[in-house]
Structures are given as structure tokens and as C-alpha cells.
């Protein structure tokens, strides 16, 4: 108890040492105060470690949420009504991931796939290396609603450029890279911040347009007052905040399922979800931005040897601790130092190796990459992760409605040669084995129905359709089936159906279908492989057998 209480202790220490400024430079990021980063890594990090189903994990401000948030608020950046639209955001994203929670749907992000967000975090990772070029450079630009024209105006104007800005940026980025390669890893964006914050401090940069957190904000030595959300602004901010909490729960899920809890069991993403919410919602009384599971900031964790989720408790409790004693250290942080904690850690979030991954794999996930990223450069973040999950459903639509079928040709007993062409017509009085691999809903029907060999011109024809594990068998299936038997009667043939899983039965019974195929055309799955398929050849060819012997000398005549 006193070991996870001392390593607990450390790793709180390193992961708010680590999380401070970078709760700050994605506040700077969403175009709001780092106070408000501040907040969020006390609040949400807390009640998300307390409720949540991962031990390990840290909720904090992420790259592409601030982005997202960034987006959103931009339109009215200077107004009044900033800090109620953030805190009104913040509280329905809590809501959608609460209600998300409540319901089970933690199986929804799996629909989410991974070129959608390969290109979205491509993308989010670009957009904040451009929009931090501003603070790195001391170039200041008309606002555009598209971040890339205010960037190729940045690059016009590079005469302006502030060298004393530039200097503490790219120093501070040197020695983030330097100090990641070190064993000082953890402590690397902080002793980074301190340094150049000192030398701008000692060289008077300040004076010389260096500009400082205290330029853009006060920073109180208190913790937040409660404030509660605006009802009048529910309507104009649901669509956004239900793009965030999807982003959120989306990049929290995959985060979480890679880690392993004490008991080797993976963390339950529906609870997850209500962890999630809760931070966000009850983080919004107190002015937080809406947070989720942070790569960087669980990865500090897990190194520094957390044990238990106290681990997180400790690191919100000390960023507290930091703000209450050290809020005029804070201010003197320098922006460009926060821009190049930022850029490096975009630049972090592209990987090369992952996107030749998903551009090898397949077209489908390319194009979606592609089409993602695009998205995300051009249109408002919220609307570009719409995109991505409208592509996601494209994708897994277009891929769960193909099947493939393909001809069991028997070779022994129990024993079967697969053969890729089917026949477009049936043979007379031969039953032919077909397998159909795939989800048998609705749009799948179709192919099936299309694909499925004719009868015309054939009598007594025997069909054998291989039906193992495919569930998805609803109204549009059954009646596929069903008509296809009655055009096999037509010419006095069958449909026989093998390996039937109990919920296919249960459905077919349910709907009485079983009575319309006959229920000794059914043969059940069994837990031998393709004993059902031999029994329902044994079972076509003793009824081929028994047919009266005048039928068979027509059958020999045609």
C-alpha cells in the first residue's frame, strides 16, 4: 500500500509537470485562455480517473479536440460570450458521452475506422503546426475562416519576422527533441519552457515583442468558481459538440484498448464513455474545455511507474497546488516556447509509416484518408469529422455488402473442394453445395439474389446453400430465400439450408418461413465443421435417389 502510494505520488509529480504546460499551449490552441487548459487538467483529470473503467489512462485537453473546440469559438473570438459558449460546449459534450455511456454504445466507435482517423489526426496535427507559426514567428495576420490562407499571408509578411520570437521558439524545440532522446524525457517540455523562459527574462526579449502568457491572460492564484451553462446557446452549439464528444470517444476507445488493467483485462468502453462524460460535464461548472484520453500525457504516466488510478488524482491535485503558489511564474512563460512545444508534438501525431500503411492496404481506406484530410484542412473541424464518420459508415456499408460465394464440390467424405465460379445455370437432378461468406442484411440480399444460379431449364434441381455463421438473416434475407425455393418448385426442385445458427432458426420460425422451405430442408449448425453440409448432400441425394423411375428417363432424356 505505501510502495503504490510512493509511486503513485512520483507519477503524479512527472505528469503534472509534463501536463501543465501542455494543458496550456492546447488552450492557446482552441483560441481561449490557458487558464482554462489549467482547469481542465485539474478538473476532468481527476473525475475522469475516479469514474472511469482505465486505471492507467490521463484525461486532459488533446490536440485534435482544441482544434475542434478552436473551430468552433472562433467565430466569436473578442465577444463577450466566449467563456459561455466554451462552458456550454464543454457541459453537452459531458451530456452526449453520459447519455452514450448510459446506453451501452461504447461498440459504436469500432465503426470509426482507422484511415478516417489516420487522415483526421493527420490533418488536426497539420492545423496545429500552421496555426501556431503566428506565435513562433511574432507575424501577426488577418484571421481567415480557412487556416490556409492565413498562413500563405503569414509567408508573405516573413520580412516582419520577430528574430527574438523565433529564437526562443526554435530553442525551445531544440531542447525538447535534445531532452526526449534523455532520461530527463518526462521533464523534457517543462525544463524546455523554464530555460527560454529565463533567457527571455535575463535578454529582456520581452521588451523586444517576445510576448508572454500574461499578454494573452491573468492567471488567478485560485481554483474556478462554478458557472453554468447558457441554455440559450444549447441549439447553436449541439452540432459541434456532438462532433467532439464523437472525436473524443473515438480517440479515448482506442487509447484505452491498448492498455491492460491490473487484472490483464482490458478496459470496459462504455463505462469509459460515462468517465469521459462525467469529466467534461462536471468539468464545465468549473471553465474546463472538453477533454479526452491524451496519448502523450498516459504515456508520462505509465513511465513515471503509476500504480493505481490515484496516479492521476495526485497530478491534478499538484497542477492545483501550481496555480494556487506559482500563477506569476506561469505568467512569465513565453508563447513562442508553448508554439514550440505545440509543433513538435504535431509533427509527433504524423506518422509516415502509418499513412503507407493505410495507402497500401486498400483503395477504399486511401481514398477515405484522403477525403479525411481534405476535410479537415478545408472545413470547420466539426464538419470534417462528420465527414469521417459518414465515410467510416460508407466504408463499412460498402465492405459488410459484398459477399463471397463460392461452389463446395465434395471430394470425400466430410471433405469439400472449394471452387471460386459458380454456375449460372442449375443442372437437372445434381444438387450443387454453394457457401456464402458474408452479412446476410438487407443490401447483401440483393448480390445474393443476383448471384445465385437459375433454374431454367433444369428439372429437379437441388440447391444446398452453406449458411455458417452468417446471423444478419432479417426480412429482406428470408424472402430472398423463401422465393428462390418456390422457384426451384417451379421445376420440381429444392432449397436446402446447412449450417443454420440457432438466431437465423429462431428468426426463421418466428416468422414462419421454416414452414414455407420445410423444416427437413433445415439442417442446424453443429460444432463439426461441415457435418451439417454432409448431411444435407446425403439427405438431396437419397431424395434424388427415391424419385419415381419415369421421372428419372425424362431427366435422362433432356
Same mark, same amino acid.
Given at each position: 500500500?505505501?510502495?503504490?502510494?510512493?509511486?503513485?505520488?512520483?507519477?503524479?509529480?512527472?505528469?503534472?509537470?509534463?501536463?501543465?504546460?501542455?494543458?496550456?499551449?492546447?488552450?492557446?490552441?482552441?483560441?481561449?485562455?490557458?487558464?482554462?487548459?489549467?482547469?481542465?487538467?485539474?478538473?476532468?483529470?481527476?473525475?475522469?480517473?475516479?469514474?472511469?473503467?482505465?486505471?492507467?489512462?490521463?484525461?486532459?485537453?488533446?490536440?485534435?479536440?482544441?482544434?475542434?473546440?478552436?473551430?468552433?469559438?472562433?467565430?466569436?473570438?473578442?465577444?463577450?460570450?466566449?467563456?459561455?459558449?466554451?462552458?456550454?460546449?464543454?457541459?453537452?459534450?459531458?451530456?452526449?458521452? %453520459? $447519455?452514450?455511456?448510459?446506453? *451501452? &454504445?461504447?461498440?459504436? #466507435?469500432?465503426?470509426?475506422?482507422? /484511415?478516417? !482517423?489516420?487522415?483526421? =489526426?493527420?490533418?488536426?496535427?497539420?492545423?496545429?503546426?500552421?496555426?501556431?507559426?503566428?506565435?513562433?514567428?511574432?507575424?501577426?495576420?488577418?484571421?481567415?475562416?480557412?487556416?490556409?490562407?492565413?498562413?500563405?499571408? %503569414? $509567408?508573405?509578411?516573413?520580412? *516582419? &519576422?520577430?528574430?527574438? #520570437?523565433?529564437?526562443?521558439?526554435? /530553442?525551445? !524545440?531544440?531542447?525538447? =527533441?535534445?531532452?526526449?532522446?534523455?532520461?530527463?524525457?518526462?521533464?523534457?517540455?517543462?525544463?524546455?519552457?523554464?530555460?527560454?523562459?529565463?533567457?527571455?527574462?535575463?535578454?529582456?526579449?520581452?521588451?523586444?515583442?517576445? $510576448?508572454?502568457?500574461?499578454?494573452?491572460?491573468?492567471?488567478?492564484?485560485?481554483?474556478?468558481?462554478?458557472?453554468?451553462?447558457?441554455?440559450?446557446?444549447?441549439?447553436?452549439?449541439?452540432?459541434?459538440?456532438?462532433?467532439?464528444?464523437?472525436?473524443?470517444?473515438?480517440?479515448?476507445?482506442?487509447?484505452?484498448?491498448?492498455?491492460?488493467?491490473?487484472?490483464?483485462?482490458?478496459?470496459?468502453?462504455?463505462?469509459?464513455?460515462?468517465?469521459?462524460?462525467?469529466?467534461?460535464?462536471?468539468?464545465?461548472?468549473?471553465?474546463?474545455?472538453?477533454?479526452?484520453?491524451?496519448?502523450?500525457?498516459?504515456?508520462?504516466?505509465?513511465?513515471?511507474?503509476?500504480?493505481?488510478?490515484?496516479?492521476?488524482?495526485?497530478?491534478?491535485?499538484?497542477?492545483?497546488?501550481?496555480?494556487?503558489?506559482?500563477?506569476?511564474?506561469?505568467?512569465?512563460?513565453?508563447?513562442?516556447?508553448?508554439?514550440?512545444?505545440?509543433?513538435?508534438?504535431?509533427?509527433?501525431?504524423?506518422?509516415?509509416?502509418?499513412?503507407?500503411?493505410?495507402?497500401?492496404?486498400?483503395?477504399?481506406?486511401?481514398?477515405?484518408?484522403?477525403?479525411?484530410?481534405?476535410?479537415?484542412?478545408?472545413?470547420?473541424?466539426?464538419?470534417?469529422?462528420?465527414?469521417?464518420?459518414?465515410?467510416?459508415?460508407?466504408?463499412?456499408?460498402?465492405?459488410?455488402?459484398?459477399?463471397?460465394?463460392?461452389?463446395?464440390?465434395?471430394?470425400?467424405?466430410?471433405?469439400?473442394?472449394?471452387?471460386?465460379?459458380?454456375?449460372?445455370?442449375?443442372?437437372?437432378?445434381?444438387?450443387?453445395?454453394?457457401?456464402?461468406?458474408?452479412?446476410?442484411?438487407?443490401?447483401?440480399?440483393?448480390?445474393?439474389?443476383?448471384?445465385?444460379?437459375?433454374?431454367?431449364?433444369?428439372?429437379?434441381?437441388?440447391?444446398?446453400?452453406?449458411?455458417?455463421?452468417?446471423?444478419?438473416?432479417?426480412?429482406?434475407?428470408?424472402?430472398?430465400?423463401?422465393?428462390?425455393?418456390?422457384?426451384?418448385?417451379?421445376?420440381?426442385?429444392?432449397?436446402?439450408?446447412?449450417?443454420?445458427?440457432?438466431?437465423?432458426?429462431?428468426?426463421?420460425?418466428?416468422?414462419?418461413?421454416?414452414?414455407?422451405?420445410?423444416?427437413?430442408?433445415?439442417?442446424?449448425?453443429?460444432?463439426?465443421?461441415?457435418?451439417?453440409?454432409?448431411?444435407?448432400?446425403?439427405?438431396?441425394?437419397?431424395?434424388?435417389?427415391?424419385?419415381?423411375?419415369?421421372?428419372?428417363?425424362?431427366?435422362?432424356?433432356?
Amino acid at each position: 500500500m505505501r510502495r503504490d502510494l510512493l509511486s503513485d505520488l512520483s507519477a503524479g509529480i512527472t505528469g503534472a509537470t509534463a501536463g501543465a504546460p501542455q494543458a496550456m499551449a492546447f488552450a492557446i490552441v482552441a483560441g481561449i485562455s490557458p487558464v482554462y487548459g489549467l482547469y481542465t487538467a485539474i478538473i476532468s483529470t481527476i473525475v475522469a480517473s475516479l469514474i472511469g473503467s482505465s486505471t492507467y489512462m490521463t484525461t486532459g485537453p488533446t490536440n485534435a479536440l482544441a482544434v475542434v473546440v478552436a473551430s468552433t469559438l472562433a467565430p466569436f473570438a473578442g465577444q463577450d460570450d466566449l467563456l459561455a459558449r466554451l462552458i456550454t460546449l464543454t457541459f453537452l459534450v459531458g451530456v452526449i458521452q %453520459l $447519455l452514450m455511456g448510459v446506453f *451501452r &454504445l461504447g461498440g459504436l #466507435t469500432r465503426f470509426v475506422s482507422a /484511415a478516417v !482517423m489516420t487522415g483526421f =489526426v493527420t490533418g488536426a496535427a497539420l492545423l496545429v503546426l500552421l496555426g501556431q507559426l503566428n506565435h513562433l514567428t511574432g507575424i501577426h495576420t488577418q484571421e481567415y475562416a480557412i487556416l490556409l490562407q492565413e498562413t500563405g499571408e %503569414l $509567408l508573405l509578411h516573413l520580412p *516582419r &519576422l520577430n528574430v527574438p #520570437t523565433f529564437l526562443t521558439g526554435t /530553442a525551445a !524545440m531544440l531542447l525538447i =527533441v535534445a531532452l526526449h532522446q534523455s532520461r530527463l524525457s518526462n521533464f523534457a517540455t517543462l525544463i524546455a519552457i523554464i530555460i527560454t523562459s529565463l533567457g527571455v527574462a535575463l535578454l529582456n526579449w520581452d521588451e523586444h515583442g517576445v $510576448l508572454l502568457v500574461s499578454d494573452l491572460s491573468h492567471v488567478p492564484r485560485q481554483l474556478p468558481d462554478i458557472r453554468l451553462p447558457d441554455a440559450h446557446l444549447i441549439p447553436e452549439l449541439a452540432a459541434a459538440a456532438l462532433a467532439i464528444a464523437v472525436l473524443g470517444l473515438v480517440q479515448t476507445a482506442a487509447l484505452s484498448q491498448t492498455l491492460r488493467e491490473p487484472n490483464n483485462q482490458l478496459p470496459n468502453a462504455s463505462r469509459e464513455f460515462l468517465g469521459q462524460g462525467a469529466a467534461n460535464l462536471l468539468g464545465s461548472l468549473f471553465q474546463t474545455m472538453p477533454a479526452g484520453g491524451s496519448l502523450s500525457r498516459t504515456a508520462v504516466n505509465l513511465k513515471a511507474g503509476a500504480h493505481t488510478r490515484w496516479a492521476n488524482v495526485w497530478s491534478g491535485l499538484f497542477v492545483a497546488l501550481l496555480m494556487i503558489l506559482g500563477a506569476p511564474l506561469v505568467e512569465r512563460i513565453t508563447l513562442a516556447a508553448l508554439a514550440g512545444h505545440l509543433i513538435v508534438a504535431a509533427i509527433s501525431l504524423i506518422s509516415p509509416a502509418r499513412i503507407r500503411f493505410i495507402w497500401h492496404a486498400s483503395w477504399r481506406g486511401r481514398w477515405a484518408m484522403l477525403a479525411t484530410l481534405l476535410a479537415t484542412l478545408i472545413l470547420p473541424l466539426q464538419y470534417a469529422v462528420y465527414v469521417g464518420v459518414l465515410l467510416s459508415l460508407t466504408l463499412h456499408l460498402q465492405q459488410s455488402s459484398h459477399l463471397r460465394i463460392t461452389q463446395l464440390i465434395p471430394v470425400g467424405d466430410h471433405l469439400f473442394r472449394e471452387v471460386k465460379t459458380v454456375p449460372h445455370l442449375l443442372p437437372s437432378a445434381e444438387p450443387i453445395i454453394l457457401s456464402i461468406q458474408g452479412s446476410l442484411f438487407f443490401a447483401a440480399m440483393r448480390e445474393v439474389e443476383a448471384r445465385l444460379p437459375r433454374p431454367t431449364g433444369s428439372r429437379y434441381p437441388v440447391v444446398i446453400l452453406r449458411l455458417r455463421g452468417d446471423v444478419g438473416l432479417a426480412g429482406t434475407g428470408i424472402s430472398t430465400l423463401v422465393n428462390y425455393a418456390e422457384r426451384l418448385r417451379e421445376h420440381q426442385g429444392k432449397l436446402i439450408l446447412c449450417g443454420v445458427d440457432d438466431q437465423v432458426l429462431q428468426t426463421l420460425t418466428r416468422t414462419g418461413a421454416i414452414n414455407r422451405l420445410g423444416r427437413e430442408n433445415i439442417f442446424p449448425a453443429t460444432d463439426v465443421l461441415l457435418l451439417s453440409t454432409s448431411d444435407a448432400l446425403h439427405y438431396a441425394r437419397t431424395w434424388l435417389d427415391e424419385l419415381p423411375e419415369t421421372h428419372k428417363n425424362v431427366i435422362n432424356l433432356d
